[in-house]
């Protein structure tokens, strides 16, 4: 998730302006739990369409 559009409960600010101490907590986690958020949409498919490529290989290795 990003946070360019989360509004803050403490402040009823954008966490991205980060203008209380709230905002800035909370900008920070998000910034450091985005492990497959830094990912765009079309490199998540393409990791999903070679995992799929692969389990199809492995089932035909296996009943060859």
């Given at each position: 998730m990003t946070y360019d559009r989360l509004v803050c409960a403490n402040c009823a600010a954008p966490v991205s302006e980060g203008r209380?101490?709230?905002c800035r907590a909370n900008r920070e986690r998000?910034?450091?739990e985005s492990f497959l958020?830094?990912?765009n949409p079309m490199?998540?498919?393409g990791l999903l369409a070679v995992l799929i490529a692969a389990v199809a290989?492995?089932?035909a290795h296996q009943t060859a």
């Amino acid at each position: 998730m990003t946070y360019d559009r989360l509004v803050c409960a403490n402040c009823a600010a954008p966490v991205s302006e980060g203008r209380c101490p709230v905002c800035r907590a909370n900008r920070e986690r998000l910034q450091q739990e985005s492990f497959l958020g830094g990912l765009n949409p079309m490199a998540l498919i393409g990791l999903l369409a070679v995992l799929i490529a692969a389990v199809a290989l492995l089932a035909a290795h296996q009943t060859a």
